[in-house]
């Protein structure tokens, strides 16, 4: 029967699928980085960004096309140097930021935002780690009984999104409040910009030095 699954699947899988949203890592250090830089309202069109990514990797992974990514050195290699480039000028950008200017412009308009939520899906969009990763993880539960492989996958893809948003979002109001209080220091606004531009750069580096494996 399609998606029949027992409770041991469903206990080992959500177990999983929560570690994996609370370990630290590219995406996380991106949602509260841009949360510390503008406040919640950029945090969370950081994290709409990041999920929008990670969606197209389940959709990636369910469709076959991320075996693509992880079997071929040459697309692996183009889509890490090309992420890590982004990464880089997106550290760069900030390191010239003056200071609190994308919280500024997000009180004015929405412009912030959307820049944000561009950049939020580019990061995870551009990390091929992603795509091996979802492509080794998900088939983990694929069970034959349950259906074709591709919409098994499409459905676990998803619900770790799920998860993400009961993991995520708190995070975000515990960092915009801190924001807060701080962001009326141009001083300390500047830090905030310098500290998420060191940030960038140093996942630009690690993503450029990471291999298949």
């Not at 990061?123 to 591709?150: D, R, T």
């Not at 919409?151 to 676990?156: I, M, S, V």
Request: proline share 5%.
């Amino acid at each position: 029967m399609l998606f029949e699954y027992t409770l041991v699947h469903w206990a080992t899988f959500f177990t999983a699928a929560l570690l994996l949203n609370i370990s630290p890592g590219p995406d996380m250090a991106f949602i509260l980085g841009q949360t510390a830089r503008g406040g919640a309202r950029t945090g969370f069109s950081a994290m709409f960004g990041i999920w929008s990514g990670a969606f197209m990797h389940v959709l990636c992974a369910a469709l076959g096309l991320s075996a693509i990514i992880a079997a071929s050195a040459t697309a692996f290699a183009a889509v890490k140097w090309a992420g890590a480039a982004y990464l880089v000028w997106l550290g760069i950008q900030s390191l010239r930021s003056r200071g609190g200017s994308c919280a500024a412009e997000a009180e004015e308009g929405p412009i912030c935002l959307k820049s944000v939520y561009r950049q939020g899906v580019f990061v995870s969009l551009l990390n091929p780690k992603v795509a091996v990763f979802f492509l080794a993880f998900l088939p983990q539960f694929v069970e034959p009984a349950a259906g074709p492989a591709g919409p098994q996958l499409f459905l676990h893809g998803l619900l770790i999104i799920a998860v993400a948003g009961l993991v995520e979002p708190p995070l975000i109001l515990l960092g915009g409040r801190l924001t807060e209080k701080l962001k009326s220091s141009p001083t300390v606004s500047r830090w905030m910009d310098r500290s998420l531009g060191a940030l960038f750069i140093g996942l630009g580096i690690k993503l450029a030095l990471s291999d298949r494996t």
